[in-house]
């Protein structure tokens, strides 16, 4: 009879870490992401070909983000490019997966986009922190959303590798 019980312990034990688990990855860390314009600390950039940088102006924006990683920004609204602008294309383009609550970023349906060309992916800002790039795919229709994603520098230094050549030099390390 001790056994069952110990056995029934460790089973809701087990279930209980599991559901904390899941609601610590998917729930407990996000917030909404604000505009400056709202008082928030989102600043919507994007950068052009000649390496001007210039305010993005942006409506009906929805954002998260997260302080548990540089990588769990999130971002849909509408937008319309700067005219005379041409924005600089992001060729490695990932759109990395949002949590389910927040439906109006669907990765892959943005990535199956960018690879047939119903949308493009530009850069918004580069290094919005060290090794971190801001990419915004755009629509013709003026949807627009955008993710960070780790650039080259950012894959090389966060290895414990030193910084390649052409990279800014990384920022000291707490230790």
Not at 119 to 139: F, K, S, T, W
């Amino acid at each position: 009879m001790n056994g069952k019980v110990i056995g029934i312990v460790l089973v809701g034990l087990g279930l209980l870490a599991g559901v904390a688990m899941y609601w610590l990855q998917v729930y407990a860390f996000y917030e909404e992401a604000r505009l400056v314009a709202d008082g928030g600390e989102v600043e919507m950039k994007i950068t052009a070909t000649s390496g001007e940088v210039a305010d993005l102006p942006v409506a009906d924006f929805t954002a998260i983000d997260a302080d548990s990683s540089p990588i769990r920004f999130r971002a849909c609204f509408t937008t319309e490019v700067p005219a005379g602008l041409s924005p600089a294309p992001y060729a490695t383009a990932l759109p990395l997966n949002a949590p389910r609550w927040f439906d109006c970023f669907d990765a892959a349906a943005i990535g199956g986009d960018l690879d047939t060309g119903a949308a493009v992916a530009v850069l918004g800002q580069e290094n919005v922190l060290y090794g971190i790039d801001r990419v915004i795919a755009l629509y013709p229709d003026g949807r627009a959303f955008a993710w960070h994603q780790i650039n080259r520098c950012g894959e090389e230094v966060f290895d414990g590798q030193p910084a390649p050549e052409g990279c800014p030099t990384p920022p000291e390390r707490d230790e």
